[in-house]
């Protein structure tokens, strides 16, 4: 079983947010607005957070950290919420009553609430995505549908499903190839390799969430060092 | 009323007999509040939670503190009355029903918060075909739904006798208190039967208020969120609810003193017995609060101390400090000495208590989530009129239940009262003597005198 995972090399990040608008595009994620963004209700699976201390200023990009232990699941009454067999945290709008407890739980803010009804069926959405109705959680899913739509592929051409045929919108986007994904578990992946590497590192690795998106930075392994 | 000994508990009576203007000034107050949040709630309902204050990273507010608070007060009741009645308190006679009564009506009005707060209220039942036994908030559920269906029976029990009196002898509503009197008549088979009764249930309920508000912690405490993962809260949480419970019922108790004029059962003493236990309760809330701050600030991890000076002295000063002067300096000034001025003084401190606690509960939720991990930039909660107006009408609700119960049912009971006069006096007497050196002790009490707990 594959277990997916993100390497995000913050020493390439420019923070050119193209990878957030990729995010956008891809799954459908409605654009609230002027007056709802200036309330704080800007949804935004991928997010470029600026870090900012006396020594230096950085750019972050957050998605879904899909926490192998992830803190959102343990609280969600309903199973709306949960982990799948190959690590990716996944949200189900149909069954989501809508507590934001999961909100509350997560450590990192990757889970966003539809405040009011953002948007509807539309031309020009992506039809892999459902649309989110009102007054449930949505959340980063490592373009779960991406994945689905591979298999399926690699399954009608009856062949084993090759690495690199499964990436995210934001890891295809990123101009400056910050972002690379793929499969945790398999020892010779570029991610794994990534993940191995002196410069790399998790967010909050301290909570025991066991982040599934691992981060690169020269400073922060010699901060840590 | 022809029944002299009932003749002497005339005034007990007299809100459910008779009904003043009053009644219906307070009904009409209460139904613009109830309105409010009416309409509050179903442009909620039309537009969704949007139309609150909520928002990114404060996705609880309002409700949520509402939800703790209402459920804190809830353990006025029920508690309160078990301890005393277990304690054999004799003072407790005409306070027991007043405590239950609160403890049932802002049970449906706690509970409902949640309702209120859920963004799909149409798929509630999910909870139930769905429920997930590992969230914290199924415990909340069933501690919650146990507790209000042992509260209601509690209530029920001792107000049996009365429906009775109020069956025989008012002339009104007959139908509605012959059912509910249950074919009451006092034999003594009877009045056995109910005593035990009461008794059990005095002592089953004691853990499970002990739950409840255990658990309402844990869906805090159960995340790792700063601020909020801290094994303290259960105790924390539970003594909190006490405390507000208490200053709750004192305040109770002092309206309806000051409208049924029940002056000659609810007398200064009963006030001061009370200051005196919202005294220590204040202490406990203060030691506790002390506990827990000073431990994370000497833990001293950074996003601790984020939400640590939020509230010392960042945004949330006001809530903060407005909160330790009602919950701690002010009533500590008014309860200390208590010989004279008794029901002012409990009452006022007990006003600011329940203030206080309300301004505890925000402080708890809202500036932990507004102090995420990651560095996001700061946002300000604000509430909505739509929040304000849900909290004016659950206000506004809870205060309606509990006059239509004053209306309906006698909020002291007549026959307890009685009992105490008939029967307490006597068995007070009988009960001290066991407690002295064998010799002060006639023989004939002993055979009569039940042990005392």
Sequence with gaps: MALWGMVIDLDRCTGCQACVMACKAENNVPAVGAKEATRGRIISWMQVLTEESEERTRFLPRPCLQCDDPPCIKVCPVYATYRNPEGIVAQIYARCIGCRFCMAACPYTAKYFNWLRYQREAPGQNPDVSVRPKGVVEKCTFCHHRLQKARERARAERRDLAPGEYVPACAETCPSRAIAFGDLSDHGSEVARLARSPRAFRLGEELGTKPKVIYLSETEAHRRA | ?453
């Design chain 2, 1 to 453: 009323m022809p029944d002299p000994s009932l003749q002497r508990d005339a005034a007990l009576f007299a809100p459910i007999a008779q009904t003043g203007r009053g009644f219906y000034f307070t009904l009409v107050v209460l139904g613009i509040a109830i309105l409010w949040g009416a309409v509050a709630y179903w442009t909620q309902f039309e537009y969704g939670l949007g139309v609150t204050g909520l928002q990114q990273p404060v996705s609880w507010g309002f409700y949520v503190t509402n939800f703790v608070f209402f459920i804190g007060i809830s353990h006025a009741g029920t508690l309160i009355s078990a301890i005393l009645r277990l304690s054999k308190a004799e003072w407790r006679r005409p306070i027991t029903r007043m405590a239950e009564v609160i403890t049932v009506m802002v049970l449906f009005i706690g509970a409902g918060q949640i309702l209120v707060d859920l963004g799909r209220p149409d798929r509630m039942m999910n909870i139930i075909l769905y429920g997930r036994y590992q969230s914290p908030l199924l415990w909340d559920a069933t501690s919650i739904s146990a507790y209000l269906f042992a509260s209601t029976i509690y209530l029920y029990l001792p107000l049996i006798p009365d429906i009775a009196i109020l069956r025989d002898h008012l002339g009104k509503h007959r139908f509605l208190y012959a059912v509910l009197a249950m074919g009451w008549t006092g034999t003594p088979r009877q009045q056995k039967i109910l005593n035990r009764a009461i008794a059990i249930l005095a002592i089953m309920v004691i853990p499970i208020a002990v739950s409840v508000h255990t658990v309402v912690s844990f869906v805090f405490s159960m995340t790792i969120q700063p601020a909020w993962h801290s094994s303290i809260f259960g105790p924390y949480f539970v003594a909190g609810a006490i405390f507000s419970g208490i200053a709750a019922l004192i305040v109770a108790m002092a309206v309806i003193r000051r409208i049924h004029r029940l002056q000659a059962y609810l007398k200064p003493i009963h006030f001061r017995y009370l200051g005196y236990l919202l005294l220590v309760m204040t202490l406990l809330w203060f030691y506790l609060t002390f506990a827990e701050y000073l431990t994370g600030y000497y833990g001293n991890g950074p996003e601790e101390m984020k939400v640590f000076w939020s509230k010392f002295t960042g945004p949330f000063w006001p809530t903060f400090w407005g909160m330790v002067a009602l919950n701690f300096v002010i009533p500590m000034a008014l309860l200390v000495r208590l010989q004279h001025h008794a029901v002012g003084k409990t009452v006022a401190a007990s006003a600011c208590i329940v203030a206080g606690m309300w301004l505890e509960r925000f402080n708890i939720i809202v500036p932990t989530l507004s102090n995420p991990r990651l560095p996001f930039p700061e946002t300000m909660y604000w509430p909505t009129w739509v929040e304000w107006g849900e909290t004016a009408g659950s206000f506004g609700l809870f205060i309606l239940f509990y006059v239509l119960f004053v209306k309906f049912f006698p909020i002291i009971s007549i026959w307890e009262i009685r009992e105490g006069r008939e029967v307490g006096l006597k068995e007070v007497e009988e009960r001290l003597l066991t407690y002295l050196p064998d010799g002060t002790e006639p023989e004939p009490a002993r055979r009569h005198t039940k042990v005392p707990t």
